[in-house]
């Protein structure tokens, strides 16, 4: 590995007031959102620390994705609001937010005319971390991508193949807060085992990892685990 | 120099691209020949097909084609999910509507090339006022690539955009449509007075070039 | 008018979701839910000015040697060309607004105006062609003024469309008011289109204007009954969006108090 | 709303009585060479001292002589088409604003019963 592939110190925690404050990275307070003329979130609290791997679960439709949308910036909350590291969202420019949360979602986020690599290559260097052709290649050797895939096409990858070279992206963003949709979707045992792996490392680092995961393997090893039901998150038994 | 710097990046990624799915330039072009073919069908009179027609057969054409491409630009951000990645770069949306545009003009330009002889062929005409033509067709060619980038890119998410392509495009790029066919009539034609027209289709261009990336920005922000 | 009454005291909207640093929807602000009496006396005035128009185009204008009664249509033709250029260049300015800063308000009067608009583009090209086939020979000129209103009226109708669409999503909300945005540079030639393009469409106010006063004063009457019955329809129509902003802003808060009572 | 209402037939009934007269003055009258065009009934006065539009100059009048078009009736059906159009779109208007109306009426008692507030609670 050229270097680690999740620094914990490209956010500034906000001014410390206590210690929990001082880890929590991501911040949701009194968020909703409403699809059509219905609220899906409402009241939703949630706060992200650095260094924990958080995992959220929930029945289809609860509103799981759009949380997502809305942690990332995609999508302004209707009321509430975000922060990250303790400004709000909605000041935090595009290309801060790009480099600092990186996303998993449905689709893998590659493009799929270019090679595993090219891929990590060219989106590495979109979020100021370029890869050598070295690193970018270990990155792929880590997430367990077959050695005679990396100069193939994203097109020809199994789906299993593509949802590990878009972990590897999220790994190679260097981005301090991880936001993952699913990731074991595609995945076989073995690249569970790597997932597992890779996101317990990344949380050892001091990365911050949210994943939405009905995974029992991944429920096993998340630090937290929270059920978004009636439009706000609960402990989950 | 970041804006440079991305956009190269992301236009060296297109470039790539395109070479490597070339079906769909291939595809384009055989689009476009038969859009001539068709056209010579149409307006054929007395089993030859009438010169008057070139110039609007021409620009037709290259309308039509470059809506076809148009409804492809951001197809591989879309197929894999890239857009909200390049769109959030470091100097904004700005690379990202450079580099589809300058595709989009790289692509068309292709298209021209092919066509403009086929049609000239087509409908035996000559090639007089070489000069003007290329100046109407190379801005007309910058004018509709921005245009059509930014109505692309604001109907990438868009149910029916297929149908909504067109009718945003045609009437915004109406005036270089018709300025274009103005100055090709003359120019084949020898005819005097181009200038005032081209100068027409050069403030159209000014006007897009500065306006589409500022609304791109605009319309995509979070 | 029978209008319901909604006091802002009926709101379910509890402390905390009002202290809330964003509005959901559609809640800033006051809502005319009675119909305000400046609408009406508006649609008086306009409607007072068409009839006295009318009636003077009828009974005091001469008519034309040449064509006859259709030369009569001339005032109401360009009356509705002066109300749809006019609606439809506002509604490109307010799209640009609330593109810069969204704001309910003017999203809503762009889309009345881009409405009333197409009401009044399709006037003219209906009672253009009619007047066309005597004084040109036919229904229809690929002429340039024509040409760009026709494309200028189809783009408004997809944008239209597209809102209808998309419902209140704000992509479409977005992608509309760029669509809009960009007929504006046509809008505004079909105003200069026959200078530049040397149509045949008659030039009468930017040549020479009318000579005679009788048809002067008709011709400005209808003008500025148009113009007036265009604001009172665009007004009418705005204050329908807002109220339909209002109920969507009610129906939200209803469905937040639903999820609050599931939940104790 | 039946302010509307009224004022709308109020303007196309006088549209179509102001139209009248006229009408029936040309389509009676004997179908006389354009160029010669008596001035109509309703207008005795001004016809011979005005100006026509200024565009008639240029036109070759002979066509006309041939053709006849009925450029009374047709003005009349453009009229008539363009208040239809204003009427369906004030018509469809109210309509929704009808609907929207009485969708507000309901929230709000809806919102009244939620809330335990009297209906006319200001």
Known sequence: MGRDPAPATVVKPAAATGAQAAAAVLVATGVAWAAGERFVLLDLELSVRAGELLLISGHNGAGKTSLLSILRGAIAPARGQVTLAGVPLEDVAADYLANHIATLQHRPGLYFDLTGLENLALLSSLVNQPLTVTEASALLDRVGLPREAHQRRVRHYSRGMQQRTGLARVMASGAAVWLLDEPSTGLDPAGRETLSRVLRDAAAAGTAVLAISHDPELLALADRHLELRDGRLHEAA | ?????????????????????????????????????????????????????????????????????????????????????????????????????TMQLLFTGLVTVVVLPLVLLFFNTELKGFGQTAAALGLGLVGMATVGTLCSAL??????????????????????????????????????????WLTLMLIFDLLFVVASPWLHGRALQR | MTTPTISPTTSPESPELAAAPRAPVAMATRVPVRTPAALLVLLGVSLALIEVALWWIAARTPSDIVLGLSQKIFYFHVGSAFAMLLCLTSASFLSLADLLRPDDRADALAQSLLEVGVIFALCILTSGPLWARKAWGMYWTWEPRLTLTLLVTLLAVSVIALRAMSADSGTGRRVGAAMAVMGAPASYLIHVAVKWWGGTHPQVIQGGGIQNADMRIAFWLAVFGLLTFAAALTATRYRDLRLKQRGRAIRLNLSAHQLRQRRA | MSHLRAALLRLTAATLLSFGPVCAAEASAPAAPPAAAAPTSANPTAAGASAPVSTSAKRDLSRYKEERVPGGTFMLAAYMVMWALVAGFVGRTLLRQAKVEAELTDLSERVDVLTGHDGDAT
């Open chain 2, 155 to 196: 109907l990438v998410h868009v149910r029916l955009r297929e149908v909504l392509l067109p009718l945003v495009l045609y009437p915004t790029v109406a005036p270089l449509l018709i300025s274009g066919v103005k100055v090709t009539s003359i120019a084949l034609a020898e005819g005097e007075g181009t200038g005032d």
């Open chain 2, 1 to 101: 120099m970041t804006v440079a710097r991305i956009t190269w990046l992301l236009l060296k990624k297109d470039l790539r691209i395109a070479a490597r799915s070339r079906e769909m330039l291939g595809f384009t072009l055989l689009f476009a020949v038969l859009c001539v073919i068709v056209f010579a069908f149409g307006f054929l009179q007395e089993g030859a097909a009438t010169a008057g027609y070139v110039p609007g057969v021409l620009w037709v054409t290259l309308l039509f084609s470059s809506s076809v491409s148009l409804l492809r630009l951001f197809a591989p951000e879309e197929e894999g999910g890239t857009l909200d990645l390049v769109s959030s770069t470091a100097a904004g949306t700005l690379p990202l509507f450079i580099s589809k545009a």
